[in-house]
């Protein structure tokens, strides 16, 4: 963990990171479960219950509840405010979808309830992500299985090099950290399932990659605003961490990014299927 971590974490001390600015749901509404939950789908079958721990915008919630169908989906969400853009997905979807809002840290719900439990890019904002895994454990049913995925920011990869992009992820990194998160989640999914109780811990990794016209335009244009307009943006400022002009360099470095014939990032994820 960097110095600049603030080392133990509590839950009420969580705070989103990215907030729910358009610019981040843009980002947010485009995930499916082809391109964030690959490892899991050979796992799913028809009839299955399936608990969606930090359903967001439901892309994937739509996606995975189609994959089960006529089985169960719950979907789980800290706030009201997000759990409506899981409910709108799910009615434009026409797929059935429970929505409960509840902390992760302690799911108001039955103890063996499904068959599967998933989570994708949540542990890295949570405050004890042990202690989520521990209630996702206890919910799954015997023979079940959790699967999580997280990205890690400490392993981002990106060309050409620019300065204001590595300032760019040490000011998030930062953000994160102080927000009772942790950015670099993917590297301990392991040790974190492990201390969670789980007996069976299969690993593995995929990739996230932005190298060609669009997909540059679409994730440098995204973090172009989001650094400027999102929740860190204030965040940044308002500690004194980054100048409103510092921001506005890193905005204009991300435009530079899309514009060039090379440019590519590299997203690392670290996902695991736990069972026991």
């Excluded at 989103?16 to 981040?24: L, N």
């Excluded at 994959?67 to 979807?93: C, I, K, N, S, Y």
């Excluded at 309830?113 to 049913?141: I, K, T």
């Excluded at 899309?258 to 299927?273: A, C, F, K, Q």
């Amino acid at each position: 963990m960097s110095p600049d971590s603030p080392g133990p974490r509590t839950p009420e001390g969580t705070v989103y990171t990215h907030g729910h600015h358009e610019s981040v749901l843009r980002s947010h509404n485009v995930r499916t479960a082809a391109d964030s939950a690959a490892y899991l789908l050979p796992h799913l079958r028809a009839g299955m219950d399936l608990l969606d721990a930090g359903s967001g915008p439901g892309t994937i919630t739509a996606d995975l509840a189609e994959a089960v169908a006529p089985g169960t989906v719950t979907a789980v969400e800290a706030t009201d405010q997000a759990m409506e853009l899981t409910r709108r997905t799910a009615a434009e979807r026409d797929v059935n979808v429970r929505c409960v809002v509840t902390d992760v840290h302690r799911l108001d719900l039955p103890d063996d309830s499904f068959d599967v439990v998933h989570a994708h890019q949540v542990l890295q904002h949570v405050g004890d992500p042990v202690q989520a895994l521990r209630e996702m454990r206890r919910v799954c049913r015997p023979g079940g299985v959790v699967a999580v995925r997280d990205a890690d920011y400490a392993g981002f990869t990106w060309f050409p090099q620019i300065p204001e992009l590595d300032r760019w992820l040490e000011l998030y990194r930062r953000a994160a950290w102080a927000n009772g998160g942790e950015p670099d989640a993917g590297r301990r999914l392991p040790a974190w399932e492990r201390a969670a109780g789980f007996a069976e811990v299969e690993v593995s990794s995929s990739t996230w990659c932005f190298a060609d016209a669009p997909s540059r335009a679409w994730w440098g244009g995204m973090w172009a605003e989001r650094i400027l307009h999102s929740a860190i943006a204030a965040q940044l400022t308002d500690t004194g961490w980054a100048t409103r002009a510092e921001l506005e360099a890193i905005s204009a470095a991300w435009l530079r990014w899309t514009e060039s014939p090379d440019g590519v990032l590299v997203i690392p994820h670290v996902e695991v299927l736990a069972r026991g």
